[in-house]
């Protein structure tokens, strides 16, 4: 196993999924915030990802990149809380559209990918370490 | 020198080194499985290593060495085409890297074998 790019490849993989388990974390924490104005309402983030070239000689290998952190344009939803503290003139309050089901299935699919990520790199592991051992 | 493992080895010394090249692209596929518009790709392995051995025959230093990796290198056709262009099938992938490992085994268990029955007429024990 000469250069060992599958360890890049798992590990940018890791590094990405990862990303995306932050961002629905930070979306779930947030999604019942409620703002008086709707242009500072939290807005849902949503990672983009890419492929990244690893290694130079095999240009078919591809590893993960984010390649940013985007930030959502459904507008907020309005509701009618004249207690609120936080609600405007008209006793309005914004929250973010957030879906939780639709985050919990994304968490979901980001841990899975992540988990299988984790796997490739203990067999890759195991198969580099049994070759390390040939002859002896 | 690839001549050298050829004749100690047999094909096995290839064999292992196309197998490599195939669990690298597996795990390409499985850290790709949610990449808009990436195409799953495997090894032709039989292809890979006709191309292989090919080479290491009489082919070789005549200046045409194309790598036998991108040679055979295909893409998936997909089961369940998804909308964002992703063709990567994670459970698909499972099975291929787990049976990929298994075949990098064997194909060590071969190598280490002829290791083995050397160092026995090398050291005459």
């Given at each position: 196993?000469?250069?060992?790019?599958?360890?890049?490849?798992?590990?940018?993989?890791?590094?990405?999924?990862?990303?995306?388990?932050?961002?629905?974390?930070?979306?779930?924490?947030?999604?019942?915030?409620?703002?008086?104005d709707?242009?500072?309402?939290?807005?849902?983030?949503?990672?983009?990802?890419?492929?990244?070239?690893?290694?130079?000689?095999?240009?078919?290998?591809?590893?993960?990149?984010?390649?940013?952190?985007?930030?959502?344009?459904?507008?907020?939803?309005?509701?009618?809380?004249?207690?609120?503290?936080?609600?405007?003139?008209?006793?309005?309050?914004?929250?973010?559209?957030?879906?939780?089901?639709?985050?919990?299935?994304?968490?979901?699919?980001?841990?899975?990918?992540?988990?299988?990520?984790?796997?490739?790199?203990?067999?890759?592991?195991?198969?580099?370490?049994?070759?390390?051992?040939?002859?002896? | 020198?690839?001549?050298?493992?050829?004749?100690?080895?047999?094909?096995?010394?290839?064999?292992l080194?196309?197998?490599?090249?195939?669990l690298?692209?597996?795990?390409s596929?499985?850290?790709?499985?949610?990449?808009?518009?990436?195409?799953?790709?495997?090894?032709?392995?039989?292809?890979?290593?006709?191309?292989?051995?090919?080479?290491?025959?009489?082919t070789?230093?005549?200046?045409?060495s194309?790598d036998?990796?991108?040679?055979?290198?295909?893409?998936?056709?997909?089961?369940?085409?998804?909308?964002?262009?992703?063709?990567?099938?994670?459970d698909?992938?499972h099975?291929?890297?787990?049976r990929?490992?298994l075949?990098?085994?064997?194909?060590?268990?071969?190598?280490?074998?002829?290791?083995?029955s050397?160092?026995?007429?090398?050291?005459?024990?």
């Amino acid at each position: 196993m000469a250069g060992l790019p599958i360890f890049d490849v798992a590990g940018s993989a890791l590094a990405a999924q990862s990303v995306r388990l932050n961002t629905v974390a930070s979306n779930l924490a947030n999604a019942n915030n409620v703002s008086g104005d709707p242009t500072t309402v939290y807005r849902p983030l949503e990672p983009v990802f890419s492929t990244l070239p690893v290694d130079p000689a095999n240009p078919t290998l591809a590893g993960v990149q984010v390649n940013g952190v985007e930030q959502g344009n459904a507008p907020p939803i309005k509701r009618y809380e004249p207690g609120n503290p936080l609600a405007d003139s008209q006793g309005y309050v914004y929250a973010p559209d957030i879906d939780p089901v639709a985050q919990m299935a994304n968490m979901i699919s980001a841990s899975r990918a992540y988990q299988a990520d984790v796997e490739v790199l203990n067999t890759a592991k195991d198969l580099a370490l049994a070759t390390l051992g040939l002859g002896r | 020198m690839a001549d050298l493992s050829t004749q100690l080895f047999g094909v096995h010394a290839a064999a292992l080194g196309l197998r490599e090249a195939r669990l690298n692209l597996i795990a390409s596929n499985l850290a790709n499985a949610d990449t808009p518009n990436y195409q799953a790709r495997d090894l032709d392995f039989s292809r890979a290593l006709e191309a292989a051995t090919a080479q290491t025959g009489i082919t070789e230093g005549l200046g045409k060495s194309t790598d036998p990796v991108t040679e055979a290198t295909v893409y998936r056709v997909p089961l369940q085409p998804s909308l964002d262009g992703n063709t990567v099938d994670a459970d698909y992938e499972h099975a291929s890297f787990a049976r990929a490992a298994l075949e990098y085994r064997a194909s060590l268990s071969f190598v280490e074998g002829r290791v083995r029955s050397l160092m026995t007429a090398i050291t005459g024990e």
